[in-house]
């Protein structure tokens, strides 16, 4: 059967007209309609509905101060530049406003402080790439596995340890943590400190941490702070220095060693003695040579009967400004005796509280028991 051709011209043309159409609509959908061009512009409508209501029905049941919750939405789920437009939008709505005599110098200012921090914080959340509540989410998590990581894990019957790390001025994150290992015979166990203060040292911390839990467990434990200190002099070299205690533990004999790289002393309590008595395991600061294996360290061997402890400390614990640091040490082991009484894992975090009162600490405090039971 032969087709006229009109009719094929008119079934032709509606072909290109079908994809004609579908072309403009994926163009819209993907450059137009996006997710957030969408939220801006339901936003946007919002906006201009109240500084419509509050200039010509009632600015009583609709006061201009209301487009603060937009824009606050703005600064939570949308990016800079469509944030930017909204604010745009409600501050014509609010010039409007004003001429109409619907607005006061209070809701301008309001409104104007509400943009100001809607912006900052949406810039910060573009710098990360997220939206809405993620980066929070992202921080509470990345939150949760330090302190899963600082956990020491089950050492089995006869041994007890206890962690307890308080970053300076309340802060979720600080210049101080703890890694272990444990393959179930051998329990290794190290305490850092990044110098600095602040979200500085709480940054480079976190990055240390994962990067030193990698080496720990993977190289033989006299080479674990030679294999960290070449991670840290492979950064910057302004970023300052670190310090590290490194405890190895056989948990079927009780020997131990004991390695520190700038740290302040450990201490061992003697149950035979009911002594502390400071370590004499010294060794350079890491970040500060290039080979810390060529640097003469003195490490400490020894073992840990029944009833035994040993303590790892931060600088944060024991320094006190203007005052010599062996106060602090002499001070915490005197402390350190009610331990032995009141229990080493109830007894830990309340030393720590107890020193930080006496030193008057505004650095980070971090303080690691491990014992023999």
């Known amino acids: 059967m032969k087709v006229s051709a009109p009719l094929t011209a008119a079934r032709a043309t509606a072909r290109s007209f079908r994809r004609a159409w579908q072309w403009s609509a994926d163009q819209v959908k993907h450059h137009l309609i996006t997710r957030n061009r969408r939220l801006a512009i339901v936003l946007a409508v919002i906006t201009v509905a109240v500084a419509a209501i509050a200039a010509h029905v009632s600015a009583w049941l609709v006061s201009p101060g209301v487009m603060i919750l937009p824009i606050l939405c703005g600064g939570l789920l949308l990016w800079p530049r469509a944030l930017r437009i909204l604010i745009g939008i409600a501050a014509a709505g609010l010039v409007y406003d004003i001429i109409l005599h619907k607005a006061g110098p209070g809701i301008v200012v309001t409104i104007a402080a509400t943009a100001y921090f809607a912006d900052v914080l949406s810039n910060t959340r573009g710098k990360l790439g997220t939206r809405g509540m993620r980066a929070d989410r992202m921080m509470i998590e990345l939150r949760d596995r330090i302190r899963a990581q600082g956990t020491l894990p089950e050492l089995g019957d006869g041994w007890g340890s206890t962690v307890v790390l308080r970053p300076a001025g309340g802060s979720s994150f600080g210049g101080d943590f703890v890694i272990s290992y444990s393959d179930g015979k051998t329990l290794e166990v190290a305490l850092v400190d990044v110098s600095g203060k602040g979200m500085d040292a709480a940054t480079r911390a976190l990055l240390l941490s994962g990067a030193f839990g990698g080496v720990l467990g993977s ?138 009162r006496t030193v008057a600490s505004g650095d980070d405090c971090a303080l690691v028991v491990l014992w023999r039971a």
């Open 219 to 356: 190289v033989p434990r006299e080479q674990f702070l030679p294999a960290a200190n070449a991670y840290v002099r492979r950064s910057s070299a302004d970023e300052g220095f670190v310090t590290a205690v490194h405890l190895s533990v056989d948990l079927s004999s009780g020997e131990y060693t004991l390695y520190s790289a700038g740290h302040p002393p450990a201490a061992r309590f003697d149950a035979n003695t009911g002594q502390w008595r400071t370590s004499a395991a010294r060794g350079i600061v890491l970040g500060v040579v290039a080979d810390l294996a060529a640097v003469p360290d003195v490490p400490e061997e020894g073992v840990l009967r029944r009833g035994d402890a040993i303590m790892l400390y931060t600088d944060g614990v024991v320094e006190a400004p203007g005052r010599d640091i062996d106060d602090g040490i002499a001070r915490l082991l005197g402390e350190a005796e009610r331990l032995v009484v009141a229990g080493f894992r109830t007894g830990a975090p309340e030393l720590v509280t107890t020193m930080q």
